[in-house]
């Protein structure tokens, strides 16, 4: 167990909609990492937040957005999805000194 | 830009079996690399880090990986297979010097231990 916590672990929509990923941190952790695992794309950094500032930004799309709380939690909101979309969604988090990154169980996001 | 290629979609050894996975990064600047393991429908753990201290990094599970920068190369080995380890490995990359670093993922090599 990472320490990381995710919800839900399985969701299941249909294109067209919005959905909000939910992400804790280990305690303590103040960066937070977004990845999309998928087929055909691997594993990909889409987005990094630290004490609730946007850092760092990767292959997100701008139907993508994700924001940091005060508490330190994240969400990650996905719209308009698309088949496409279906893929498993990790959150990871760092220490201040940011050498390692511990992952969460993911969720697992199905688009019909 | 940083990348990770690992060579092999797929690696198949016998249970006590030597096990190498190979890992060739790319960067501009020294970075650190990293192995993850993926068992079926969970996340990722980390298996073992190198930050720039020893170059031969010794991680869980009896597994290790040599960091030869003349190679660029970051093999992840065990010397005796076990059932148990039959998972989805990743080599990652991040580069150090921007302070809050992404994780840049090889493509992965599943690896298969027959009895």
Redesign the interface.
Known sequence: D?G?TQTPKHLITATGQRVTLRCSPRSGDL?V?W?QQSLDQ????LI?Y?NGEE??K?NILERFSAQQFPDLHSELNLSSLELGDSALY?C?SSSLR?????????TRLTVL | AQSVTQLGSHVSVSEGALVLLRCNYSSSVPP?L?W?VQYPN?????LL?Y?SAATLVKGINGFEAEFKKSETSFHLTKPSAHMSDAAEY?CAV?D?S???????????TRLLVSP
């Open positions: 990472s990381v960066s990492y990845y691997g594993l990909q950094f990094q630290y850092r760092a990767g990790f990871a940011a050498d390692t990154q511990y992952f969460g169980p993911g | 650190y990293f993850y969970q996340g990722l753990q980390l880090k930050t990743f991040s150090p921007t302070g809050f670093q992404k994780l840049v993922f090889g493509t992965g």
